[in-house]
């Protein structure tokens, strides 16, 4: 059973930084790529990063590749979210998740694990 767990959500001043860690357990072997994605209440989920999981290519969403990072740990299962330069329309629950191949990783319908979701919050 594939099970993952985030963590570092936050609340931060703007400008400020976050690392974001999701533990990955199970037969991952399975799946072709992993991802961030958030969502604020009343809006639609938002891809913001993804990872195929064969070669470690990382893949951004809109105007996401400036400021945050994807990267991925194989030795500790773990995926990876640093996000620098915060602003308050980065607020929302970011959520990882395990799934199969799409074009950058970004379709959540490919998705077939997700996490629980970790709030980050940034005032102005």
């Known amino acids: 059973q594939v099970q993952l767990a985030e963590s570092g959500g936050a609340s931060v001043q703007a400008g400020g930084s976050l690392n974001l860690s999701c533990v990955v357990s199970g037969r991952t072997y399975l799946y072709a790529c992993m991802g961030w994605f958030r969502q604020v209440p009343g809006k639609e989920r938002e891809a913001v990063a993804g990872l195929y999981i064969r070669d470690n290519t990382p893949y951004y969403g809109d105007s996401k590749q400036d400021r945050f990072r994807i990267s991925r740990d194989a030795a500790e299962n773990t995926l990876h979210l640093q996000m620098v330069k915060l602003n308050p329309e980065d607020t929302a629950v970011y959520t990882c998740?395990?799934?199969?191949?799409?074009?950058?990783?970004?379709?959540?319908?490919?998705?077939?694990?997700w996490g629980q979701g970790t709030q980050v919050t940034v005032s102005s």
């Open positions: 998740a395990l799934g199969h191949s799409s074009p950058g990783c970004m379709e959540a319908d490919r998705y077939e694990h």
